[in-house]
Nanobody, 116 residues
Framework: QVQLVESGGGLVQAGGSLRLSCAAS????????MGWYRQAPGKQRELVAR????????YYADSVKGRFTISRDNAKNTVYLQMNSLKPEDTSVYYC?????????WGQGTQVTVSS
């Protein structure tokens, strides 16, 4: 079993920054992929950013390219999402995701609210 604990959400004005953290209960080096999803009220959950172990590439949704950066610290078993130039449309609950073998694990989510 894998536990993922997110932190770092909050309320910020448009143009501001936040850094989300996701602490895993297992060595993150061996995860097939780790990433961040978000879900706004009435909308489907969408992939925001992901790191894939196989080719060590990062994926970003078009809506966040150039503003968000995903990174990881293997020594701390933690994945981060640095969010800059935040917009009101970034308001969502952000979820950490980890893929171990063929199983998806999710954190409890952290609320990000961007005021205009």
């Amino acid at each position: 079993q894998v536990q993922l604990v997110e932190s770092g959400g909050g309320l910020v004005q448009a143009g501001g920054s936040l850094r989300l953290s996701c602490a895993a209960s297992r060595n993150i080096f061996w995860f097939n992929a780790m990433g961040w999803y978000r879900q706004a009220p009435g909308k489907q959950r969408e992939l925001v950013a992901r790191i894939t172990r196989a080719d060590n590439t990062n994926y970003y949704a078009d809506s966040v390219k150039g503003r968000f950066t995903i990174s990881r610290d293997n020594a701390k078993n933690t994945v981060y999402l640095q969010m800059n130039s935040l917009k009101p449309e970034d308001t969502s609950v952000y979820y950490c995701n980890a893929v171990w073998d063929t199983t998806d694990y999710w954190g409890q989510g952290t609320q990000v609210t961007v005021s205009s």
